[in-house]
């Protein structure tokens, strides 16, 4: 049986985890999402899934250092993107999260609307576009 893309969904908030999820549906099909509350709780995840292929990161988990370090370098996602979702996204921020490792920072959505189009944008690049999983190693 073929394997089945997997993404990480890192969110504190479990409502809008479940309405990213459902919005993502027509966009990324037969993608499977995986929605934890913590960092904690997905590094268990992550030792227990095979592969993710994406890591949407909420910046509330990011601002946890100690635990967002070992997220990141996790040996199981040495080559997945992992994307952090900031709402106060400025330079100063941006440049800690890909200083920390991120592959990504992008702007979290507040409305349904700017959710559809970054989703959209999501898998156009992640999972069309860019066909091979990140290559760059993360400092171990």
């Known amino acids: 049986m073929p394997s089945v893309p997997t993404i990480l969904l890192i969110e504190a908030d479990p409502a809008l985890a479940r309405s990213v999820v459902q919005l993502a549906q027509p966009v990324f099909g037969t993608i499977i999402w995986d929605t934890v509350s913590s960092i904690t709780e997905a590094i268990t ?3 227990k899934n095979e592969t993710y292929q994406l890591v949407l990161v909420d910046s ?3 601002d946890i250092a100690t635990a967002t ?3 990141i370098e996790h040996p199981r996602l040495t080559f ?3 994307l952090l979702l900031d709402t ?3 330079a100063f921020r941006a440049k800690r999260a890909y200083n920390k490792g991120f592959s990504a ?3 979290k959505p507040i409305t349904i ?3 559809d189009a970054l989703l959209s ?3 156009r690049y992640w999972f069309t576009i860019n066909l091979t999983p990140a290559t760059r190693l993360r400092s171990l």
Do not use: G
């Open 45 to 47: 995840y992550v030792e």
């Open 121 to 123: 944008q999501l898998y």
């Open 60 to 62: 509330v988990a990011f």
């Open 88 to 90: 106060l996204l400025d």
């Open 80 to 82: 997945t993107p992992i």
């Open 105 to 107: 920072c992008h702007i």
């Open 69 to 71: 370090d070992a997220l």
């Open 113 to 115: 609307e700017s959710w």
